[in-house]
């Protein structure tokens, strides 16, 4: 069992920028992955960034040049850093890890952008 607990989501203005936490516990050596995903109404959930347990990182198409995913193996965080936010942006923002056993999500956070 692996439990995800975001946090760091609110409202921004137009070009601000917003760090998301995402805290695990539980069987946590049993992460292979974890990676942020954003969800706003009306679309499908796509992937913002990913980062395997060896470092690598993967990001999509959704936030180009404006995120970066790190991690923080001591506190066990994954952290997503946005910049130059825009209102397109707005969503929940959803922490996955990935297990060989299946996949866990957090709850979610919501993240506004007003222009």
């Known amino acids: 069992q692996v439990r995800l607990v975001e946090s760091g989501g609110g409202l921004v203005q137009a070009g601000g920028s917003l760090r998301l936490s995402c805290a695990a516990s539980?069987?946590?050596?049993?992460?292979?992955?974890m990676g942020w995903y954003r969800q706003a109404p009306g679309n499908q959930r796509e992937l913002v960034a990913s980062?395997?347990?060896?470092?690598?990182?993967n990001y999509g198409n959704s936030m180009k040049g404006r995120s970066t995913i790190s991690r923080d193996n001591a506190k066990n965080t994954v952290y997503l850093q946005m910049n130059s936010l825009k209102p397109e942006d707005t969503a929940v923002y959803y922490c996955?890890?990935?297990?060989?056993?299946?996949?866990?999500w957090g709850q979610g956070t919501q993240v506004t952008v007003s222009s």
């Open positions: 996955k890890a990935g297990t060989r056993w299946g996949d866990y």
């Open positions: 539980g069987s946590i050596f049993s992460i292979n992955a």
């Open positions: 980062i395997t347990s060896g470092g690598s990182t």
